[in-house]
């Protein structure tokens, strides 16, 4: 009852993809903790482990043979303890070996039994060894005997290497839509256009679709494919594979794998606002979450993850950053002029403004003066401090570079002063993305420069929550990363 099953596809590593409640309690290792470890079982190894013996044990997975022997392992708490390992491996109809049944067997009471120095029973008339396999003592090695698996050629299974692969490209996918779709939310809807627009959305990027449609092919494979239920068996029977894929992740993914773009592609009419709940994706990474656990002994690996987990809260902060500065801008009377995105916007010579055009009722807008504003907002250019309201325009501060025909491209509507005004003009997308990312890694790494300062109090509250969150954090990845190194180190020492 003391086995694990290791995968025989994997070359070199071998790793586990189940192991039996004896073994976790032979080992004091919990499941978790040995998932996806290599079946040679590298963790067990100690100072006086043999080496001689655990190369052999490698050779044997290599050569896909059968390997029987007496080994001194270690359990979780440092205990020793004698072990019978026998290695048997289990072949497909097509005669392919696809896993390795490692069978572990504690012989420390028997080990302390025998007397090193005495010798094998001899015969006083003929003078051969006496073994008592038959009739006396119980065979050492044990006998196994495996069943031929009936499952159907469609269903797949979940440590194969095709699945392996799918995997990491629903991973990849995973990360596309975490980066892409706050960015589309906040730089996209935000800055582009207002939400309730009846404007026409932007057609959808080729990889925008590309997603959508892996997330719906995951949906159909994860339909066909094996499990590990809670008695440690693979279930290979359809109608339960379907059964627990309904009742466990389907309503998450089928959230997240709403055909917004697809329906675009194919002239469905699908309103502007519908665009937000495309966030609604961020649920993938639920999934993420629960398959970070196998790859836990790589430290590579580990790491990497680690860092890209950082980086893409970082580009959240950024995202909600810019949202904080656009909102200020447009929705505060008292202190549009004075947030980070209006300071940036001076510094870099393309400040935000207020037409002279919002003074007038929107009826009464003659053609001609709305053909006199350049239809790019970027052709404005003010010199002097910027205006804080209608009532304080003078045609003398404006000083307008180019001509073009139509209202603003950019122009929002905001609530500033008594009439309110049509804000244009600003920096670009990507100058403020940029300085976002650097505002929002500063803060998280705590080595901010102050050269872009929150001065409104939502930017200062939101400050606050970042520096906090960065803190936190970067403790954690510090933690996690010596946890990694101090458990590799201890592996070599194995």
């Given amino acids: 009852s003391n086995f694990v099953l290791g995968n025989a596809q994997v070359q070199s590593l071998y790793p586990i993809v189940y ?25 067990l190894y100690g100072p006086e482990t043999s080496d001689q013996l655990t190369a052999k044990i490698q050779g044997a997975l290599d050569d896909r043979g059968e390997f029987k022997s007496e080994l001194l392992f270690y359990k979780k708490g440092g205990t020793q303890f004698w072990c019978l390992l026998d290695i048997v491996p289990i072949k497909n109809e097509k005669g392919e070996v696809v896993l390795f049944l490692v069978s572990h067997k504690d012989i420390t009471d028997n080990k302390k039994d025998q007397d090193p120095e005495q010798g094998p029973e001899t015969d006083e008339e003929t003078g051969l060894e006496v073994h008592k396999n038959m009739f006396g003592d119980k065979p050492p090695i044990p006998e196994y ?41 906040c730089f996209t809807v935000v800055g582009g256009r207002d939400e309730g627009s009846s404007a026409p959305r932007s057609p959808p990027s080729v990889s925008d679709i590309l997603v959508e449609i892996l997330f719906m092919l995951d949906i159909a494979l994860n339909f066909r494919t094996t499990f590990v239920s809670t008695s440690g068996q693979v279930v290979y029977d359809a109608r339960s594979i379907c059964v627990h894929y309904v009742t466990t992740w389907l309503f998450v993914d089928l959230i997240a794998a709403l055909p917004f773009d697809l329906l675009y592609a194919f ?59 656009r909102r200020e801008i447009e929705n505060s009377p008292n202190s549009w002029d004075i947030g980070w995105l209006h300071e940036l916007g001076k510094r870099l010579g393309t400040p935000y403004f207020l037409s002279p055009l919002a003074t007038l009722a929107p009826g009464s807008l003659h053609p001609a003066i709305v053909d006199a504003f350049p239809a790019n907002s970027s052709q404005w250019n003010v010199s002097g401090s910027a205006l804080a309201g209608p009532d304080s325009w003078n045609s003398s501060q404006w000083n ?44 998280l790494t705590s080595v901010g420069f102050g050269n872009v300062s929150a001065n409104t109090d939502s930017e200062k509250i939101f400050s606050i929550c970042t520096m906090l969150i960065g803190g936190e954090s970067l403790e954690i990845q510090q933690g996690r990363y010596w946890l990694v190194r101090t458990s590799g180190l201890s592996g070599v020492r194995g």
Wanted: proline fraction near 1%.
């Fill in 267 to 325: 002239n469905v009419s699908v309103y502007f606002g519908v665009h937000l709940l495309k966030t609604v994706r961020l649920l993938r990474l639920l999934r993420l979450l629960q398959k970070l656990e196998r790859y836990s002994q790589y430290s590579a690996v580990v790491l990497t993850l680690l860092m890209s987990m950082f980086a893409l809260l970082a580009h959240w902060m950024a995202c909600v950053w810019y949202f904080i500065g």
């Fill in 19 to 43: 192991c039996s409640d004896g073994f976790c309690e032979l080992t004091g290792y919990a499941r978790a903790e040995l998932m996806q470890k290599s079946c040679a079982c590298h963790f």
């Fill in 400 to 443: 307008v570079t180019g001509t073009g025909a139509g209202a603003l491209a950019d122009g929002v509507e905001v609530g500033v002063g008594q009439g309110g005004g049509m804000l244009g003009g600003g920096p670009s997308v990507r100058s403020s993305y940029v300085t976002s990312l650097y505002f929002a890694l500063s803060s």
């Fill in 145 to 185: 005997k495996v069943a031929a698996i009936q499952k159907s050629r469609f269903i797949l299974l979940h440590y194969g290497t095709f699945k392996a692969g799918w995997d990491w490209l629903i991973l990849l996918a995973t990360f596309y839509v975490a980066v892409t779709v706050p960015y589309n939310v």
